[in-house]
């Protein structure tokens, strides 16, 4: 191997409970390909990290059940992966999955190596992913949480600003790199194919009917006939979100299929909403007041300008109670004690995406 610039990172290990090779994988970058090797073998539990040396001795002194990070630079202009291969079997390595850092990123993929060993390639560099995965194997359970939580809001931004499911399923498509399909009543509201799977897409939609005849009408994943993998999430009876690909799901795919989820409830509470979400116009005719939302039994019986100024304010703000504040030029403690009162009176928080989405769309002036 040749030398590469100096480097200080040699090894992280991961101390939590053992996390999956596709786990990992789809965690730290989503837009990393599978080179070579065997997909099963994704599937087994990785302890650790370890990461090459850009000064000799390069290789790290152990790296069994880990995923080794090698930057591209040390194998030199040629992206060898059999080359690769035979100098980690020749040093005794045994890593659960490789993954080449530095790669360009339009870069033609390399020859497969003839061996099992999963090898991945990513155009970030060596040390970001290292320091990437070891955090993530570290607070796996905190780390799926985050990145759910990061879709389900930018889901539900894409929704106040295009009332459309399609728009909500286009983003997170292009954010997991996966393929996203929406069906409702029998109808694909939605079909949006990952970067180069357009022929996955068209699988999906050849199988659509059978899905829907075959569906458990509860969450599941599952591996369909022909291959396609298949995470299916119900939004309401009658509809449903689907996550599609060629290769096995990690957790963070099916925690933001949960999160788009939620967002699309909000959007297709009725079949008829399956229309409606299409039609901003008719959705503003159609809107009853803000304070609708209220039950007969309710205590407020009359708009309160000031609840109902709060409540679009911190749905504008995407939740966030200091910027709501800011635009009202009150204190926070005051918006949250408004947001009890209108959970309490109401059942309504603009924190919640769903809420959101109905205050957002009952203030919007009809004609």
């Known amino acids: 191997m040749t030398d590469a610039p100096a480097s200080h990172a040699e090894r992280i290990d991961g101390t939590a409970r053992l996390t999956s090779g596709i786990d990992l994988w789809r965690a730290i ?10 997909v099963d073998r994704l599937r087994a539990a990785v302890r650790g990290v370890a990461r090459t040396r850009a000064a000799p001795p390069h290789l790290p002194d152990e790296a069994e059940g880990q995923l080794l990070v090698v930057d591209a630079a040390l194998l030199g202009r040629e992206t ?94 292009a954010r997991l790199r996966r393929g996203v399909a929406i069906s409702a009543d029998g109808v694909l509201l939605a079909l949006h194919a990952r970067a180069a799977g357009r022929a996955l897409a068209a699988r999906f939609a050849a199988l659509h009917g059978r899905l829907l005849a075959g569906s458990p009408g509860r969450a599941v994943t599952r591996q369909a006939a022909d291959g396609l993998f298949l995470v299916e999430r119900r ?36 079949p008829a909403d399956a229309q409606v979400a299409v039609s901003p116009r008719s959705r503003r005719d159609a809107s009853p007041p803000l304070f609708a939302a209220a039950s007969e039994t309710s205590p407020v019986t009359t708009a309160d300008p ?21 635009a009202l030029g009150v204190h926070r403690n005051t918006v949250l004690y408004r947001l009890r009162r209108a959970s309490s009176e109401m059942g309504l928080d603009p924190r919640r995406p769903e809420d959101a989405l109905e205050i957002l769309r009952r203030a919007q002036p009809s004609g």
């Open 29 to 38: 970058d989503p837009e990393a390909r599978l080179l070579s090797g065997s």
């Open 80 to 173: 060898a992966l059999d080359r690769l291969v035979s100098i980690l079997g020749e040093a005794g390595l045994q890593p659960a999955a490789v993954l080449l850092a530095d790669l360009p990123q339009h870069a033609a993929a390399p020859d497969r190596a003839g061996d099992p060993l999963p090898i991945l390639g990513s155009s970030r560099a060596a040390g970001e992913l290292a320091e990437a995965a070891g955090r993530h194997l570290e607070h796996a359970d905190e780390e799926v949480l985050r990145i759910a939580s990061e879709v389900r809001l930018a889901a539900a931004e894409a929704a106040l600003v295009t009332p459309d499911p399609a728009a909500a399923a286009g983003l997170v498509a």
């Open 235 to 270: 939004i309401r009876p009658g509809a449903s979100v689907w996550l599609f690909a060629d290769l096995p799901f990690a957790r963070v795919d099916e925690a933001a299929a949960e999160a788009l989820t939620i967002t699309l409830r909000a959007l297709l509470r009725r």
């Open 306 to 326: 000031t609840l109902e100024a709060t409540l679009l304010a911190v749905a504008r703000a995407n939740g966030r109670v200091a910027t709501a504040a800011r």
